[in-house]
């Protein structure tokens, strides 16, 4: 025990105000859910701030939320189906094509609000010690609201095109959050590089418009090679997108390999994500 503790801890038993001594993490990979636990109260101020916010100067409010993926779905429709003649897998085009965006945007709206969390609230990481892993946390979850107000649009869609879901519907929350822990994990690594290196933040959108073409929104994923099935199930959308597309629109059963191999990538990138943000989060305060 240094000097410094011990004088802290003999004022800490004669004081009658407690002293807390806040030391950094032990061991490759400390995450201390208890200490996570009991910050619970901030967690969910952060998910009712940033949605407060998110909407709160807008003309019409959270209905950007069914805007956007109604108009990309309409662009979609017109250029890869009638234009490029892509296939639907026996569907009509434009459910085929929302029923992709929706896990798609919960994806990558948690991807860029966790990829620019830290950075964001760095008033409040250089004021005052909380798990640092709560940032991106609140961040992806709090995109769970808009995916809520966006399914109903979807829910509409199967109604008017007699798209009736079948038992794969039980598996669809497995879907839900194989997709918010895609954007999780990812968002971990590039939350901790972006304090660093603040060219992540400029890169982020680039980086999620080429991911949302090398993921099957537009088109499934039977147009794939055979030969590259393997590497493109390493995309962690490939199995999600394939997996809520079966689930809710009646598909034939889809490539639980694909499924199996996106999952297992996902648990990889988020336990390395871990073991680097907790290794990195000591001088967060001091970088940011």
């Known amino acids: 025990m240094s000097v410094l503790e011990s004088e802290l801890r003999q004022a800490n038993m004669t004081s009658a105000a407690p002293v807390t001594i806040i030391e950094p993490t032990r061991g490759w990979l400390s995450l201390n859910l208890q200490e996570i636990w009991a910050y619970h109260e901030l967690v969910y101020f952060l998910i009712w701030r940033d949605m407060k916010v998110r909407y709160k100067q807008t003309a019409i409010g959270v209905i950007w939320v069914i805007l956007q993926p109604l108009l990309t779905m309409v662009v979609f429709t017109l250029v890869f189906n009638r234009i490029a003649n892509i296939s639907s897998d026996g569907l009509p085009y ?30 409040l990481i250089t004021k005052v010690y909380f798990p640092r892993l709560i940032v991106p946390l609140s961040a992806t979850v709090s995109g769970v609201v808009d995916f809520a107000i966006a399914f109903i649009i979807l829910i509409a869609m199967m109604v008017w095109y007699g798209v009736a879901p079948n038992w794969g519907v039980l598996a669809l929350p497995l879907f839900i959050l194989l997709a918010l822990a895609a954007g999780f994990s990812v968002g971990l690594w590039l939350s901790a590089l972006n304090v660093r290196y603040r060219d992540v933040g400029y890169a982020l959108p680039f980086l999620v418009q080429l991911w ?39 598909k034939a059963q889809p490539d639980f390999g694909v499924i199996a191999v996106s999952a297992a990538a996902v648990i990889a990138v988020l336990f390395g994500g871990l073991v680097y943000f907790k290794r990195t989060e000591r001088t967060f305060a001091d970088v940011v």
Do not use: C, H
């Open 212 to 250: 949302l073409f090398a993921s099957p929104v537009a088109y499934p994923t039977s147009v794939v090679p055979e030969k590259w099935q393997f590497l493109y199930s390493l995309n962690p959308m490939a199995g999600v997108i394939e997996g809520f597309r079966w689930a809710l629109l009646g």
């Open 94 to 123: 434009p459910i085929f094509a929302y029923a992709a965006l929706l896990p798609w945007n919960l994806f990558a709206g948690a991807l860029n609000r966790s990829g620019n969390s830290l950075v964001g609230q760095s008033n």
